[in-house]
């Protein structure tokens, strides 16, 4: 089972940049496929981006392709979203969640931007932008 706090949440203008963290405690990091969540006010909670700790890639909401940039430290067990050009409309409260996975479920690519499918939760962080 793996905790996650996040951090770095904050306001900023139109154009601007913010970094959060989740940071992760428990056993099994690298087994975990990780995710940035938002909700908006009134919308459903979204997929942001998502990798797998073990893997190379990342992927990205249309939304935020070519604007955020997710990356992780496994050293650190931390992981990170770069967003940069923020929008007004990124305004939301953002999460990280984990699942922890096997090599077969992983290889399922859907799979990994059900919300539901991710079972370990963060408090999440609110990011403002006017």
């Known amino acids: 089972h793996v905790q996650l706090v996040e951090s770095g949440g904050g306001s900023v203008q139109a154009g601007g940049s913010l970094r959060l963290s989740c940071k992760a405690s428990?056993?099994?990091?690298?087994?975990?496929?990780l995710g940035w969540f938002r909700q908006a006010p009134g919308k459903e909670r979204e997929v942001v981006a998502h990798?797998?700790?073990?893997?190379?890639?990342?992927f990205y909401a249309v939304a935020v392709k070519g604007r955020f940039i997710i990356s992780q430290d496994s050293t650190k067990e931390t992981l990170y979203l770069q967003m940069n050009n923020l929008k007004p409309e990124d305004t939301a409260m953002y999460y990280c969640?984990?699942?922890?996975?096997?090599?077969?479920?992983?290889?399922?690519?859907?799979?990994?931007?059900?919300?539901?499918?991710?079972?370990?939760w963060g408090q999440g962080t609110q990011v403002t932008v006017s």
């Open positions: 428990g056993y099994n990091y690298d087994r975990n496929c």
């Open positions: 990798l797998y700790v073990r893997g190379d890639e990342t």
């Open positions: 969640a984990a699942r922890r996975v096997t090599e077969s479920w992983i290889s399922d690519g859907p799979k990994r931007w059900i919300v539901s499918n991710y079972d370990n």
